[in-house]
């Protein structure tokens, strides 16, 4: 089997609830997807997705995706999308860094991958642990109370793990914060993710004003020196997400003790492959673990499912389905939460089935000349 054409889409979503805000001021109310077909000499299509929270978030901004696909893209025609690792040292050796713009191309071809095998992108990264799993909600940055109301809103809808959006001043944090500790229930899990937002000083003051509370806390400052900082005073346990770039960053963070929980983000790391080998290093070192991506809808949705589907359970911290948070969905057989869960495909590759009309024109084609 060979690769004969890569089609790029972008797609716009909308978010459902308009608007999505989190630390420093940051904030988007519509956001632009990626979406990667690959099409190959065996009438097989693949399909990955990668969707930046903004250009602001991480080093990734939608716009880029085309020309850096463009710019290595050529290099995957003719070559057998079955051989995922080979397709990621071609990848890498014709371009540094830009995780973001590898991702989707290498889900696509996990994609073909499982069709061609006949069994589901979990099985291929190590067997299904589980049929369905829990999610949390993330809750948009906003008044004390107005959070509180939306933790109640999403509890009827049957989440039960809730990831607030602080990292501003202290005070205002913490009374966010104290508004939805005084409604969540017994079993209930909740995260107070400051996207690196606090500098030390204002985070110190926010974890002690916390100490007698029950929560996570998530990524307090920008860097790992920082957050260590923090946990120095603090006995809450805390999850790292934005400063977990890779190997390196991962062992360091694990050599200093500086966290209970990471979140791993296939396309900030690259893809599925990658991000298996961080999953099995943190199963290896006793890591629980947040394995989602920056943003997404149906296909990265189905990505995640599967590289959840695929963790032991007693490793596995929480994930989100992103495409329930947009006004687009382009496949109808997509993932859709029942009770706060979320199945795990059983069909081959993704186990979705894109309705290809939804997409557009391509922005980009590469094909064989």
Known sequence: MKITQIDVYQVDYNLVDQKYAWSRGQAV????????????????????????????????????????????GSLLIGQDPCQVKVINDLLDSALAGHNYIKSPLEIACWDVLGQATGVPVCTLLGGRHVDSYLLYRAISRGAPEEMAKDVLRFREEGYRR???KVGEEPDEDIKRIKAVLKIVQKGDILVADANTGWLTHKAIR??????????????????????LAVREHTRLPMVLDEVIQGVDSLLRAYDGRAMDVVNLKISRLGGLDKTKMMRDLCESLGIAMTLEDSWGGD??????AHLVGSTRTEFYFTSTDFNSYNDVHLAKDALIRKKGRLEVPSKPGLGIHVDEKLLGKPVLTIKET
């Open 29 to 72: 109310t519509s956001l632009v997807s990626t979406i990667v077909r690959i099409s190959t000499d065996e009438d097989l299509k693949g399909f990955g997705e990668v969707c930046p929270l903004g250009s602001a978030y991480m080093d990734a901004f939608a716009q880029g995706i085309p020309s850096g696909i463009k710019e290595i």
């Open 162 to 164: 809730f990831q607030l």
């Open 206 to 227: 926010v974890v002690k004003a916390l100490k007698e509370d029950d929560l996570y806390i998530e990524q307090p400052c920008s860097s790992l020196e920082e957050c």
């Open 299 to 304: 296909i990265a949705t189905a990505a995640i």
